[in-house]
């Protein structure tokens, strides 16, 4: 047991690259907040996490979030699995996370993608 347990670990640490960014592991939405001279777009992101706050209090858990930093003016990716969401309400708070960031050129939204610190 306790060399499972050993190997579990290994695999657990193999997968966290020097960044700390789980790079292998896919995420079912990875918002990434982008800038082109002066930040993220603020009110897009409080969006983002009021809605993430909402959903946890409908389901009384923490949703999971991953934040990771990779610019030079704040650039940063949310990265979200979602397990503690049902399948449909994944669905769900996708397409909202789509429509609160739909034509914000800076923020892209990325579904079944591995948590980079990048654009890309």
């Known amino acids: 047991m306790k ?8 695999l657990v640490f193999y997968l966290v690259t020097a960044s700390g960014v789980s790079e292998k592991l896919v995420y079912r939405i990875v918002v990434r907040f982008g800038s082109v001279c002066c930040g993220i777009d603020r009110e897009v992101y409080d969006k983002v996490m009021r809605l993430i706050a909402d959903r946890e209090q409908q389901i009384g858990k923490t949703i999971a979030v991953e934040k990771v930093y990779w610019g030079k003016e704040g650039e940063f990716n949310l990265c979200m699995a979602l397990d503690e969401l049902p399948e449909a309400r994944r669905f769900v708070f996708v397409h909202k996370v789509k429509d609160i960031t739909d034509n914000v050129p800076t923020v892209k939204v990325d579904e079944n993608s591995p948590c980079t610190a990048s654009w890309e």
């Open 3 to 10: 060399r499972f347990i050993g190997a579990g670990m290994f």
